[in-house]
């Protein structure tokens, strides 16, 4: 071939080219538009939501919130039951820890009562009070003088404030106590007007218990913090309890229910009540 000829198949060959180019240019714009269109119109679809592509996996996650919303609900019901139970057990507890109490400060009252009766019948068995009264008050007779003597004073009273209102405002506990501890100075300072009486035998503990070093001593046995002992008390059922803590004259201990309460030492040597090691 000539110079020519190649040069015009190579012209042939270029404009088939160009031709190509320009199909292909045209059918690539041509599926542009095609796809486009077909995606606007799915997305119309998925507007309307009317597209299976969409409706499928809605369904799907309906389903899983219905589900989670279940589980939701009997969750909260779960909830709400356990809070409710847990505050009827609040509220038991505190009933049973205030009866405890108030029965634990029923009996220290009544020990503490006991304890200054005890005192005082000592002290009216160390003392004649009685005798003394009418000694006083036969002295006193002695020594009046005549009702009618010009010289007899009237005693006078204030109207605002009379001198026996004082003593009325007191018991009768703290009259006897406050007349003892007078009637005892005076038999100090004058021995030879108080009458001799047999000495009053004291009050004899029926067990042995003491504290030792933050330790309780009880009818030969030894107790300590966080031992788990056993509290009997007549005519009641034995309970068990933890013990907290020990100090002078009291211990402290911590019932199954979380409430707290103390004993007193002196209620352990009377025989109120009684301990013992819980092996359980």
């Known amino acids: 071939m000539d110079d020519e000829d190649c040069e015009r198949r190579r012209m042939e060959c270029l404009d088939e080219m160009s031709n190509l180019e320009k199909q292909f240019t045209d059918l690539k714009d041509q599926l542009y538009k095609e796809r486009l269109s077909q995606v606007d119109a799915k997305l119309q679809e998925v507007i309307a939501g009317k597209a299976p592509e969409y409706l499928e996996p809605l369904a799907a996650l309906q389903e899983n919130m219905q589900i989670r919303t279940k589980v939701a609900g009997i969750y909260r019901e779960l909830c709400l039951e356990s809070v409710k139970n847990k505050y009827e057990c609040e509220i038991q507890a505190s009933r049973q820890h205030c009866e405890s109490e108030k029965l634990l400060l029923y009996?220290?009252?009544?020990?503490?009562?006991?304890?200054?009766?005890?005192?005082?019948?000592?002290?009216?068995?160390?003392?004649?009070?009685?005798?003394?009264?009418?000694?006083?008050?036969?002295?006193?007779?002695?020594?009046?003088?005549?009702?009618?003597?010009?010289?007899?004073?009237?005693?006078?009273?204030?109207?605002?404030?009379?001198?026996?209102?004082?003593?009325?405002?007191?018991?009768?506990?703290?009259?006897?106590?406050?007349?003892?501890?007078?009637?005892?100075?005076?038999?100090?300072?004058?021995?030879?007007?108080?009458?001799?009486?047999?000495?009053?035998?004291?009050?004899?503990?029926?067990?042995?218990?003491?504290?030792?070093?933050?330790?309780?001593?009880?009818?030969?046995?030894w107790y300590g913090r966080g031992q788990t002992i056993c509290i009997d008390k007549k005519d009641e059922c034995p309970t068990s309890a933890i013990i907290t803590t020990i100090n002078h004259d009291e211990v402290w201990f911590k019932r199954p229910d979380g409430s707290k309460s103390k004993l007193y030492i002196s209620q352990l040597q009377k025989g109120k009540y009684s301990i013992k090691h819980n092996h359980n």
């Open 107 to 221: 009996d220290t009252v009544q020990s503490e009562l006991e304890e200054k009766i005890r005192r005082l019948e000592e002290d009216r068995h160390s003392i004649d009070i009685t005798s003394e009264l009418w000694n006083d008050e036969l002295q006193s007779r002695k020594k009046r003088k005549d009702p009618f003597s010009p010289d007899k004073k009237k005693p006078v009273f204030s109207l605002t404030f009379p001198r026996p209102y004082i003593v009325y405002m007191l018991q009768d506990l703290d009259i006897l106590e406050d007349w003892t501890t007078i009637r005892k100075a005076m038999a100090t300072l004058g021995p030879h007007r108080v009458k001799s009486e047999p000495p009053v035998k004291l009050e004899k503990h029926l067990h042995s218990a003491r504290s030792e070093e933050g330790r309780l001593y009880y009818d030969g046995e």
